[in-house]
């Protein structure tokens, strides 16, 4: 949905809120993270697979800011969580991209946990 153009550049609503400088950085983030509702947890033990499976995360989340899909999955969090990390998404459409592209890709080399969807 389109709101209004700066200097020539659409801005959507979402952006338009982001930007909102009553907010602060904290609720930014939680609006953020809210938006990426749709959760599935992975276990692979190889570190090299997890940075790949980071990489098919940036590709199948189309839009906003791709790093939160795969914020909190770094080498620390994955020992400490026995090798398990979880990636969010903001659409259905783009957690199944990943699921088909990561067994398409890498398959073996890890496994699904679980998924849900946060509401």
């Given at each position: 949905?389109?709101v209004?153009?700066?200097?020539?550049?659409?801005?959507?609503?979402d952006?338009?809120?982001?930007?909102?400088p009553?907010?602060?950085?904290?609720?930014?983030?939680?609006?953020?993270?809210?938006?990426?509702?749709y959760?599935?947890?992975?276990r692979?033990?190889d570190?090299?697979v997890?940075c790949?499976?980071?990489?098919?995360?940036?590709?199948?989340q189309?839009?906003?800011?791709?790093?939160t899909?795969?914020?909190?999955?770094?080498e620390?969090?994955?020992?400490?969580?026995?090798?398990?990390v979880?990636?969010?998404?903001?659409?259905?459409?783009?957690?199944?991209?990943?699921?088909?592209a990561?067994?398409?890709?890498?398959?073996?080399l890890w496994?699904?946990?679980s998924?849900?969807?946060?509401?």
């Amino acid at each position: 949905m389109t709101v209004g153009v700066t200097d020539r550049v659409w801005m959507t609503k979402d952006l338009v809120e982001l930007m909102d400088p009553n907010q602060t950085d904290l609720h930014r983030m939680r609006r953020r993270m809210t938006t990426f509702r749709y959760r599935v947890t992975i276990r692979t033990d190889d570190l090299a697979v997890l940075c790949a499976l980071r990489g098919l995360v940036h590709c199948s989340q189309k839009e906003g800011p791709v790093n939160t899909a795969w914020g909190g999955t770094g080498e620390k969090e994955w020992r400490d969580a026995n090798h398990q990390v979880t990636f969010k998404f903001s659409r259905l459409q783009y957690r199944v991209a990943f699921l088909e592209a990561g067994g398409r890709l890498l398959p073996s080399l890890w496994s699904k946990v679980s998924q849900h969807d946060e509401s």
